[in-house]
C-alpha cells in the first residue's frame, strides 16, 4: 500500500515539476539569477522532503508546490512590468575589465581574486587580459567578453591568412607577489623581469597587480594603481 501511495506521489509530483517548468520558462532551469538559482532549489526541496516524508500527503505536495510557483510567477511579472524590481531580482552586470584595465574595485564586490577572473576568461577562450576590452560578470555568475579590435576573431575574408603559431600567456606577478616558478618555465631570471618592468618605468615588481609575458607580444603589466 505504502507502494502505491509513493508511486501516485511520484507522478503527481513529476506532472506538477514538468508543468511549472513549462510556465514558469527556461530561466528556472538556466538559472539566469541567483535567485531563480535558490528558487530551482526550493522548488526541489520541497518535492523531494514531501515525497519521503510519510506524514505529509498528495494535497501538501500540491498546494506548496502551486503556492511556490504562483510566488515565483508573481516575481516574474513584477520584473517583466516594473524596471525597480527587475533591478532587484536580477541585479545588474559588474564590469571587471574596462578599456582593458582591471577593476579592481569591481573584484573586490565580488569576492573575486585575479586568479578567478583567469580561470573564467580561460574558459571563455580568451588565455591573456591584454585581449580583452571589457568584461562583465553576469548575474549567474559568467562572464561577458569584448575584444580588442585585433583579438577579435576572423571575418570570412580573413581566412586566407597564413598560420600563425600559437602560445600561451604565463603570469609572472600577481597581487604583487613575483611566481618564480613561472619565470624558470619560460626560463628567464628575476633581474630580466625587473629590467622589462623598469623599461615600462616601475621600480618595484610589488607594486604590480598582475603581470603577463607571451611570445612575441612582451610583458603586459597592470599596476595597483591602475586597477
Not at 500540491?62 to 508573481?74: G, K, T, Y
Not at 573586490?108 to 569576492?111: L, S, T
Not at 597564413?162 to 600559437?166: E, G, L, R, S, T
Given at each position: 500500500m505504502k507502494l502505491f501511495y509513493l508511486s501516485v506521489e511520484l507522478i503527481i509530483g513529476f506532472t506538477l515539476l514538468f508543468l511549472l517548468v513549462k510556465i514558469l520558462g527556461k530561466k528556472i532551469i538556466n538559472q539566469i539569477t541567483p535567485f531563480t538559482f535558490i528558487a530551482a532549489i526550493v522548488l526541489s526541496e520541497l518535492l523531494g522532503n514531501a515525497l519521503y516524508d510519510e506524514k505529509v500527503g498528495i494535497t501538501y505536495i500540491?498546494?506548496?508546490?502551486?503556492?511556490?510557483?504562483?510566488?515565483?510567477?508573481?516575481v516574474e511579472i513584477l520584473g517583466q512590468k516594473v524596471l525597480f524590481f527587475r533591478k532587484v531580482f536580477e541585479g545588474k552586470p559588474s564590469v571587471l575589465i574596462r578599456n582593458g584595465i582591471i577593476n579592481r574595485d569591481q573584484l573586490?564586490?565580488?569576492?573575486m581574486n585575479i586568479n578567478q577572473l583567469q580561470s573564467l576568461l580561460r574558459q571563455s577562450e580568451t588565455f591573456s587580459i591584454r585581449e580583452?576590452?571589457?568584461?562583465?560578470?553576469?548575474?549567474n555568475g559568467a562572464i561577458s567578453i569584448l575584444k580588442k579590435s585585433p583579438k577579435q576573431k576572423l571575418q570570412q575574408e580573413d581566412i586566407s591568412l597564413?598560420?600563425?603559431?600559437?602560445y600561451v600567456p604565463v603570469t609572472l606577478i600577481r597581487d604583487g607577489e613575483l611566481l618564480r616558478d613561472e619565470l624558470i618555465d619560460i626560463d628567464q631570471s628575476e633581474e630580466w623581469l625587473i629590467n622589462e618592468l623598469q623599461i615600462q618605468?616601475?621600480?618595484?615588481?610589488?607594486?604590480?597587480?598582475?603581470?603577463?609575458w607571451m611570445e612575441g607580444d612582451g610583458l603586459f603589466v597592470q599596476t595597483f594603481d591602475q586597477v
Open positions: 500540491i498546494f506548496s508546490m502551486s503556492l511556490w510557483a504562483l510566488l515565483l510567477f508573481i573586490k564586490m565580488n569576492r580583452v576590452a571589457y568584461c562583465y560578470l553576469e548575474a597564413p598560420p600563425q603559431m600559437v618605468n616601475i621600480d618595484d615588481y610589488r607594486n604590480v597587480f598582475v603581470a603577463e
